[in-house]
Each structure stands twice: as C-alpha cells, then as structure tokens.
C-alpha cells in the first residue's frame, strides 16, 4: 500500500460510524457503556488485540451473531479494510478502536470483557515486556475481563508460544487448550462452527503459512 493510499484510508476510517478513535488523556464516553451505546444490546464483547485488517473481528461477527467484536490497533489504514468490510455487510456487531493496546484499560471497564483474541501477535523477540501475553499486558486484561473471562491466542511463532506456553505455567493461568499444531490436530469431531473459525485466516496468517509456518493456538483463563 503507497503512502498515500494509507493516508486516504485513514482519514477515510475516522468518518465511519464502527470506527473510534478516543482522544488520548480525554475521558472515553464509551468506556462502561460499549453496549449501551454503540452495539445497543447485553450480548458479550469479545475483543482482537492487534487486529490489523480484522479479519478474526469480521470472521467472528459473522458466526457469532449474538456476539459483539472490537477490533483494536494502532493502524488505522490497516482497520480501514475490516471496518469497510463490516459496514458494507450491515454487520452491526462489530467495531474498531484505534489505540495503543497498553492503554485498553482507559477504553473499556471493569469486567466489561468476555473474551480475548491474540491473533498473530508481534513475537518482540528483543522485548519480551512488550509480547501480549507478558504479565504487563495480563495485568490490565485481567482488569477489563470477567471474572473467568478467556484469552486465545493464534500464532506462527515458536518463540511467542514457548513464552506463552510457560507464562500459563508460572503464573498459573489454567489452560483450556493448546496445540503446537492446530490443523494437524484439529479433530474430526469438533462441531461445525469452531472447525470454521479456526479456518478464518487473517492476513499474516496466510503470508506465514504460505512460508511454511505451522499454526499454534491455546486458550486460557487468568482470574484463577
Ligand atoms: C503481525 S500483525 C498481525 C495483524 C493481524 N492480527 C493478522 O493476523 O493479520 C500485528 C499487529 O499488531 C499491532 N500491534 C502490535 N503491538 C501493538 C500495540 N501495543 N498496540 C496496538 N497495536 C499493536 C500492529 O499494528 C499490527 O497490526
């Protein structure tokens, strides 16, 4: 994408009605009220941290109707294309906010979080302070999840995954599920509609697979 086609995206996105953009150190007047005053229902909020193009956010709103998706990034061109996507097919379901996810608590309440999804994450081999499932990052879903809300992640990356893998350990999150090789292993019996969303493919996900990567997945709870 050329730099200016980034900046016509973006300046575009800000004038959509499923497009936030809060005002940094201003108080954020959805904060508590996600519900009540954008998706005007009680149904549960799942949110996908790093969302990029939010192909996970729309996959997902679309198999889970009674389900409300935030996408969030910090990439407003990328969301450009999910939230295009999400207006054009009427889904009322799904929305995106433009934010660093280390301030996710000033845009969402207490409890105010059903689930969690990490879709191929940065793995910040140099910075594991940085990685989203780093304690620092825990902390704060910890405080905007239920009480026995879940995290998933999808990645192609070892290096993310180990680390992951032994966060859930040492900090002792309780594990739900987790493969190092979510096709291969993905069993026969599983119902229809997990089979489907497990085959939503965002777009780092099809640039690793197509380079070989092998996708690996777990699921967690932290309020243990
Ligand atoms: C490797 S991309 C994955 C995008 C998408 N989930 C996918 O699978 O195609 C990682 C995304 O996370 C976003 N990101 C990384 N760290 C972030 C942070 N601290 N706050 C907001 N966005 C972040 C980046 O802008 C980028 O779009």
Redesign the pocket.
Known sequence: MSGKDKLRRFAAVKEFDNFYEPVLKEPFPLKGNWNRDHFKNDNPIVL??????G??SVGLGNHYKDKNFVG????GA?MFIGAEKALKDEMTNVAFLR????FITDYFAEGEVDEIWL????PQPKKPR?R?SSPMFIERYRKILKKGGIVHMKTDSDLLFEYTEEQIKEQKYECLELTWDLYGELPEKIDPITREIFHIK????KLFTAKGSVIKYCKFRIHQ
């Open positions: 996908e941290l790093g969302c990029g193009k192909e996970y969030v990034d910090i990439k990328r934010t660093r996810i280390d879709t191929f994450s940065d940085k989203l965002t777009h780092y996900e």
